[in-house]
């Protein structure tokens, strides 16, 4: 009953699991690649065949795959308590220490923690604090929000109306437009012609001063961005953009919400790239993914004093924060993530990440060679590669012939996984890389990248 023979898991997964961002015609036409295990940087599938995983299984196996320290927290967890809720007075111990450890690593001042299922949960939560927040403040027009084109901030339907990728809109209507505003992507490779970076940076940070004069201040609650865009591309926004965004938050009484989803764990060798890396404290920061190394279902919004003070003050009817989910501070999710900021220390982890992480983006440059290849970007442990038609006049490819897909067909071929968005090619594997494997990851790409050019 529980397992099945590959063939049968093939076809079971065929008829039956209707699978997230996923493209029906050629589904029916190839099924799954069933993985069946991983051991550190490897997955093995069902034939047998390993791979280095170069993206963390999505962004989030950090620590790497099969740490048995991390299931073992789990079962001791879900054999002392499996599962109660937290709403109103009840707790359990790692949902309380997992607070408290988060508080500790969060940048300055960010002590309180709500937690939930998963990245798109959290965002949704951050902008329903915003608003909670401003109504008690009794600044209850205040409920716009900035997002910004290529931004990828979740499925669920406000994330996805946060969302600022064009083609996960294709299908579906569009909600809350009214609410959300999108500013131009921080693309430094598609910045018009003739700015340098600095300038793109005035550009980009005036364009948001003029839309919040045109939408009004008292309007707009929040400011959202990924540090470094993640599926919209990897797109490194220009030196000093962030700093500048919070400061417009601030002169605008607007919430930084910084979704640090990817970014968060070590992605970019520190606990989170705000502060260490980006050199501002947001209102509301968002985690999930390395949270837990992928090992369960959980993601938090870590927020300000502020925020705290505003919606905890006694006030009447209507003072229950009434939000939140079954399994907000889930015991076993708390406990693998309670084991995973454990090992993250213990192995030094951020360090390796300090190493690897420019080495690759040295090395990633060598990509550069191949005529398909338009941009070479990212910041330590994520990249993506962005391949073009023509490079002279920044073309990509149509969409028909899927150019990105076809170098992740090939590239696992040669034994490395990487993932197509668009025609950009991502990489982020497991924070534990050795430069070796860094090496291997990368020749597998320009290998596949060769037998298409
Ligand atoms: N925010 C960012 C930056 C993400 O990359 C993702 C997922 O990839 C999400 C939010 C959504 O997280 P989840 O899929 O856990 O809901």
Known sequence: MNTLSRSEAWQADRDHFVHPYTDFTTFHDTGSQVISHGDAMFVTDEQGQSYLDGIAGLWCVNLGHGRTEIAQAMADQAMRLGYYNTFGH???????????????????????????????????????????????????????????????????????????????????????????????????????DGMDEAQFCDFLIDEARHRIEQLGADNIAAFIAEPVMGAGGVLVAPAGYHRRMAEVCKDNDMLYIADEVVTGFGRLGHWFASENHFGHVPDILITAKGLSSG????????????????????????????????????????????????LYEAEDVFTNVRDTGPY??????????????????????????????????????????????????????????????????????????????????????????????
């Open 295 to 342: 090992y369960c279902p959980i993601g938090a919004a870590i927020f300000s004093e502020k925020i705290y003070e505003g919606i905890s003050k006694p006030q009447g009817p209507g003072g229950t924060l009434s939000h939140g989910f079954t399994y907000s501070g889930h015991p076993v999710a708390c406990a693998a993530a309670l084991k995973s900021i454990e």
């Open 90 to 192: 009840s707790t359990n111990v790692p949902a309380a220490n997992l607070a408290r450890q988060l508080a500790e690593r969060a940048p300055g001042g960010l002590n309180h923690v709500f937690f939930t299922t998963g990245g798109s949960t959290a965002n949704d939560t951050a902008v329903r604090l915003a608003h909670f927040y401003f109504n008690r403040m009794g600044k209850p027009s205040k409920k716009k929000i900035l997002s910004r084109n290529n931004g990828y901030h979740g499925s669920t339907y406000f994330a996805s109306a946060l969302t600022g990728i064009h083609g996960i809109h294709y299908g579906f209507d569009r909600i809350s437009q009214d609410i959300v505003h999108h500013l131009s992507a921080a693309n430094c490779y598609r910045r018009p």
């Open 360 to 453: 690759m983006q040295d090395r990633l440059q060598g990509l550069l060679r191949h005529e398909v290849v338009g941009d070479v970007r990212g910041d330590h442990l994520m990249a993506g590669i962005e391949l073009v038609a023509d490079r002279e006049a920044k073309r990509n490819f149509p969409p028909d012939l899927a150019a990105a897909e076809v170098v992740f067909r090939r590239a696992r071929e040669h034994g490395v996984i990487v993932r197509p968005v668009g025609d950009t090619i991502i990489l982020s594997p497991p924070l534990i890389i050795s430069r070796e494997q860094v090496d291997t990851l990368i020749d597998g790409l320009d290998q596949a990248i060769e037998d298409v050019s």
